[in-house]
């Protein structure tokens, strides 16, 4: 079982700030087969980011995704008010299986 | 437009079976994707719980193979979950979603508290 590990827990930063988020994976994942979303509270999680960096439909240009093999990275260029939520990247693997990330927190700072 | 609507009890008491069924609109089930549950306790991460195949197939997370059973009507267009001998520990946020391999659609969320 491939097991995700989100970093930082929390990431404290200012409008206007580049957020960076990390995932890495236990073991090689295809590209393909990683995905990054995004939670509110009270809402359920929204599909960002598929295939490791091609945007799901809707998603704003900051957000973008990149990485392979274990390291992947979510990259939000300048936080807008609104990106301020909980992230968690996402992989599915042979079996089938889906596994998430523990989740990293954007706060304001 | 997809669009996923959970129902069932939000109080289960300890022992029992949690009982949920997703309504799908939008999209036949029959045409294709895995559907599947997903919860969430409070406070907490995700974790996925099963998923089922159009065709019928099942996949379950290893840690809750034992008491978990996934259904579909493909008649109403839905899908269920049946997770039996509940616990605290059960308490969570269950949604149900498509998949691939990524979730795409989401429904809104249903919070089941186990409790006497």
């Known amino acids: 079982e491939i097991v995700l590990t989100q970093s930082p827990g929390t990431l404290s930063l200012s409008p206007g700030e580049r957020a960076t988020l990390s995932c890495r994976a236990s073991q090689s994942v295809s590209s393909s087969y990683l995905a990054w979303y995004q939670q509110k509270p009270g809402q359920a999680p929204r599909l960002l980011i598929y295939g490791a960096s091609s945007r799901a439909t809707g998603i704003p240009d900051r957000f973008s995704g990149s990485g392979s093999g274990t390291d992947f990275t979510l990259t939000i260029s300048r936080l807008e008010p609104e990106d301020f939520a909980v992230y968690y990247c996402q992989q599915y693997g042979s079996s089938p299986a889906w596994t998430f990330g523990q989740g990293t927190k954007v706060e304001i700072k | 437009q997809v669009q996923l609507q959970e129902s069932g009890p939000g109080l289960v008491k300890p022992s029992e079976t949690l009982s949920l069924t997703c309504a799908v609109s939008g999209y036949s089930i029959s045409s294709g994707y895995y559907w599947g549950w997903i919860r969430q306790p409070p406070g907490k991460g995700l974790e996925w719980i099963g998923s089922i195949y159009h065709s019928g197939s099942t996949y379950y997370n290893p840690s809750l193979k034992s008491r978990v059973t996934i259904s579909v009507d493909t008649s109403k267009n839905q899908f269920s979950l049946k997770l039996s001998s509940v616990t605290a520990a059960d308490t969570a946020v269950y949604y149900c979603?498509?998949?691939?391999?990524?979730?795409?659609?989401w429904g809104q969320g249903t919070l089941v508290t186990v409790s006497s």
């Open positions: 979603a498509r998949l691939l391999l990524r979730l795409d659609y």
